[in-house]
């Protein structure tokens, strides 16, 4: 079975910082992974993913994120993170043999401290 | 990208009534449709999937006469609370995607409050 491991629960950083948000992986077979935010009281915007290619994904908004498969993690980092950048973020893998059923991890709150 | 509309984004019922949630792909036909819930500080739940014309497909522990599940539409599901609970009150979202291996799109959302 799948299972997507987020640790760490919550992650405050002043504004200008970098930041990494962490996300492991656990699976038989290869799998597709996504990073997702969530704003409050918001549905979920898909940040970037990975397919296949490249290992190195990135966002239009600065973020980015590497897919390891010797380490089965697939962690998210930005350089210098704004105060908009607060917000939950969610690490999923597709389920089966598709990309469209997702595995969601319990999720990371950033919170950007100015 | 594609657009998943939710209707409503709010909602507050009464214990006992049943409330209907909508789900709908704006610019595409959505093949298959998921609902997922969502509870306080936690991860998505996938509730169960539906595909269009069909009777949707349940995850284990969700109650199907409790969580009905209509895609009636290639651009429509809609969720069904029934008898509604306070402990129903939760956060539910809907994705949808066009064929298989393709991305999911998720809609904005659904509170809902039982009172």
């Known amino acids: 079975a799948q299972s997507v491991t987020q640790l760490d629960s919550q992650v ?8 990494e948000l962490r996300c492991n992986y656990s699976s038989s077979v290869s799998v597709y ?10 549905g979920l915007q898909l940040l970037l993913k990975y397919l296949s290619g490249s290992t190195l994904v990135k966002s239009i ?15 998210l980092r930005k350089p ?17 043999s598709g990309t469209y059923k997702y595995i969601f991890g319990t999720g990371t709150r950033l919170k950007v401290l100015a | ?23 709908r792909s704006l610019d595409f036909q959505a093949t298959t449709m998921f609902w997922y819930r969502q509870f306080p500080k936690q991860s998505l739940m996938l ?20 969580f009905l599940i209509n895609h009636a539409s290639l651009t429509l599901s809609t969720l069904t609370v029934t008898s509604a609970h306070p402990e129903d009150s939760s956060f ?16 904005q959302g659904t509170r809902l409050t039982v009172v």
């Open chain 1, 12 to 19: 405050p950083v002043f504004e200008e910082a970098p930041v």
């Open chain 1, 33 to 42: 992974l996504f990073w997702y935010v969530q704003y409050p009281n918001q």
């Open chain 1, 61 to 75: 908004n600065g973020f980015e994120a590497e897919f390891n498969k010797s380490q089965t993690s697939f962690h």
């Open chain 1, 80 to 96: 210098s993170v704004h105060i908009s950048d607060t917000a939950e973020y969610f690490c999923a893998v597709s389920r089966g």
């Open chain 2, 1 to 23: 990208g594609a657009v998943v509309s939710q209707h409503p984004s709010r909602v507050i019922c009464k214990s006992g009534t049943s409330v209907k949630i909508e789900c």
């Open chain 2, 47 to 66: 509730m169960a999937t539906s595909n269009e014309g069909s009777k949707a497909t349940y995850e284990q522990g969700v109650e199907k006469d409790k």
């Open chain 2, 92 to 107: 539910y979202i809907c994705s949808a995607i066009q064929g298989v291996n393709t991305e999911a799109f998720f809609g």
